[in-house]
């Protein structure tokens, strides 16, 4: 893949997508709840969670995001979210908002150890 592309694979891997996200968002964390939500092959539609990474040179950091999708994007009311645990934080469903909202769950930061 090249900057700015995606690829969207459902439970058959023949119903691939690809493309380039920026025709949803410029910013790639939203675009890909919008590639996840519009996924019209995908039936047990519950939590899509996305991951906004910040690499730096001797550290990475990550911030995790949660949205119920349920169908919304392509005209499917079904499911119900999921509860969910991150990093030992337990997160109700009913805290969950749907898509294209999402509720921030949590940071994590990764530091390079040197010796």
Do not use: C, Q
Request: charged share 20%; aromatic share 12%.
């Amino acid at each position: 893949m090249k900057p700015g592309e995606f690829v969207s694979v459902p439970n058959s891997p023949g119903y691939y997508r690809r493309g380039y996200y920026s025709r949803w968002s410029t910013d790639p964390a939203r675009a890909a709840v919008y590639a996840a939500g519009t996924d019209s092959w995908g039936v047990n539609r519950r939590n899509i969670l996305t991951y906004e990474v910040h690499a730096g040179e001797n550290s990475t950091s990550m911030k995790v995001y949660a949205g119920f999708d349920g169908g919304r994007l392509i005209g499917r009311y079904r499911g119900r979210p999921d509860n969910v645990v991150f990093l030992g934080k337990f997160i109700g469903a009913s805290a969950i908002p749907r898509i294209p909202s999402m509720k921030l769950l949590g940071s994590v930061s990764l530091a390079v150890k040197t010796l």
